[in-house]
């Protein structure tokens, strides 16, 4: 009787634990890498990385930074409600010359936590 008792518990726990999972915020990008190509020193470039949320629970972005100092990151500070769209724009400033690869983090309270996205490209030193 104990054996069936504490079967019926852990499958209990596990169909528990399986349905929150479910029921996370979950996002779904359009991309998540993003290539400038050749752009211009001194002028900055902006990314935007679309999402849905296709969880069954709000999505609340509580922080998005960039890897340095020259990517500028805007995010949604209000919940992102299920089915409903936002973006998150990733502006890199174009000081150095040469190529680059940059990363933005995006921690949340979507299924998998934290997100990294890219944006990449090659800056061209600007003509005299």
């Given at each position: 009787m104990k054996r069936v008792l504490v079967i019926l518990v852990g499958l209990l726990a596990?169909?528990?634990?399986?349905?929150?999972?479910?029921r996370a915020a979950l996002f779904n990008w359009v991309k998540t890498a993003h290539d400038f190509g050749r752009i211009e020193q001194g002028k900055p470039v902006t990314?935007?990385?679309?999402f849905t949320n296709q969880g069954e629970l709000p999505l609340?972005?509580?922080?998005a930074k960039g890897s340095c100092g020259c990517t500028g990151v805007e995010f949604p500070k209000a919940a992102v409600?299920?089915?409903a769209s936002g973006v998150i724009k990733a502006t890199f400033n174009a000081a150095t010359?040469?190529?680059f690869s940059k990363s933005v983090f995006v921690e949340s309270n979507a299924e998998g936590g934290t997100m990294t996205l890219y944006v990449k490209g090659e800056v061209l030193k600007?003509?005299?």
């Open positions: 596990l169909t528990a634990s399986v349905a929150m999972v479910s990314a935007e990385f679309r609340l972005i509580s922080q409600m299920p089915g010359v040469g190529q600007t003509a005299p």
